[in-house]
């Protein structure tokens, strides 16, 4: 008899320690469940320029130019949690466009011209100007530029939101 007492004693024991394990994996569990529920709350309640997409419709430009190789890229800042339009950099041949003014404009998803600053529609850039400041800054009407490797980066004179800009509009005469 003393060995089926034994027996019965090492089985209830081993049943109390699974019964005593048994809370510690309910509470770890609970645990993880309320921290991936907290840090899913964090981050579903952030929100970037309203959830609305930021996009400057690459691919559509029309271009009268003196470099047939003319292209364009937006950049953008955010002002107050909005975006707008930082930049617009120009990848042009200056030597091939001596003599000529670049004028950018902007324009929406319907073709209406954005306002880029001075309530003006353009901005009209004198290259030869731009090249000879040597890499300084050159004040335009509508907002500024200047040239690095054959970039002109143009800064507009007023902010602009990105979320308008469907279209850079690139002309030289």
Request: net charge negative; charged share 15%.
């Amino acid at each position: 008899m003393a060995k089926k007492s034994v027996y019965v004693e090492q089985v209830h024991a081993r049943e109390e320690k699974g019964r005593k394990k048994w809370p510690l994996v309910v509470a770890g569990v609970a645990v993880l469940a309320v921290a991936g529920g907290i840090g899913s709350t964090f981050a579903a309640n952030i929100t970037l320029n309203g959830d609305a997409a930021v996009e400057f419709a690459q691919g559509t430009q029309v271009v009268s130019a003196c470099d047939p190789t003319i292209s364009t890229s937006l950049s953008s800042k955010v002002v107050s949690g909005e975006f707008y339009v930082q930049a617009v950099d120009v990848s042009v041949d200056t030597t091939a466009c001596t003599g000529a003014n670049l004028v950018v404009r902007l324009a929406d998803s319907s073709n209406n011209l954005l306002t880029i600053g001075s309530g003006s529609d353009l901005i009209s850039i004198d290259i030869d100007a731009v090249v000879a400041a040597n890499g300084d800054e050159v004040d335009f009407t509508s907002g500024t530029a200047s040239v690095t490797d054959g970039v002109i980066v143009i800064t507009p004179g007023s902010n602009v939101a990105a979320s308008s800009v469907d279209k850079v509009l690139i002309e030289t005469n």
